[in-house]
């Protein structure tokens, strides 16, 4: 089945700072998707990216689908951004595979 | 919020017991997933389901069962409960198998 390998596993950051979250994936997919687990457990849909690039408000998403990697931009990190980062892709019609995420932790 | 409900938030039973998770998806999403997240497994895809039928199985143990019903509300039947059950429950919904929606889960404690 697809391996799916997030990097890096942890990351603490000063409020303010910027990071990228990476994301690989061993076979070609047309579904990838990004969330942020709160530390409530909920799941929150970030982008639906299984190429191009995409924005929403300080977080970005890029796939290079022929490359078989995602990346996630977090600007002007908050305390709110605190949590873990999952990449999950699949193929059509097939399940979602999850990596085993980035932990993020932003402090004051 | 997703669109996606489960009931109940919290569960806290023996080993040995039986429970039922429930899930309704967001309206008009025909297929509902079932994922498990454990501190050692991470989210582990169980099963699939669109329309009423079962479409997909993933890591689902013999003792999980699970159902689509006509007003495509799913439940998970879980039984002979173990300590190792013990984990986040997850049902995601989507309309066209691509983009997929999670609810904010059930928290299952076998004691």
């Known amino acids: 089945g697809i391996q799916v390998e997030q990097s890096p596993p942890d990351l603490i950051l000063q409020e303010g700072a910027n990071s990228t979250l990476r994301c690989n994936f061993s076979d070609s997919v047309n579904n990838l998707q990004w969330f942020h687990q709160n530390p409530w457990g909920q799941l929150i849909n970030l982008f639906y990216?299984?190429?191009g690039t995409k924005q929403n408000g300080r977080l970005s998403a890029t796939t290079v689908a022929t490359e078989r990697y995602s990346l996630l931009y977090i600007s002007s990190s908050q305390t709110t951004d605190s949590g873990v980062y999952f990449c999950a892709v699949g193929q059509a019609g097939t399940a979602l595979i999850f990596g085993k995420g980035t932990t993020l932790s932003v402090s004051s | 919020d997703s669109g996606v409900t489960q009931t109940p938030k919290h569960l806290i039973t023996a080993t040995g017991q039986r429970v039922t998770l429930r899930c309704s998806p967001r309206s008009g999403d025909l297929s509902v997933y079932w994922y498990q997240q454990s501190l050692d497994q991470g989210l582990q895809f169980l099963i699939q389901y669109y329309n009423g039928e079962e479409r997909a199985k993933g890591n689902i143990l013999e003792r999980f069962s699970a159902q689509q019903f006509p007003d495509l509300h799913s439940e998970l039947n879980l039984s002979s409960l173990e300590l190792g059950d013990s984990a986040l429950y997850f049902c995601a919904s989507s309309v066209d198998s691509r983009e997929r929606f999670f609810g904010p889960g059930t928290r299952l404690t076998v004691l």
């Open positions: 990216i299984p190429s």
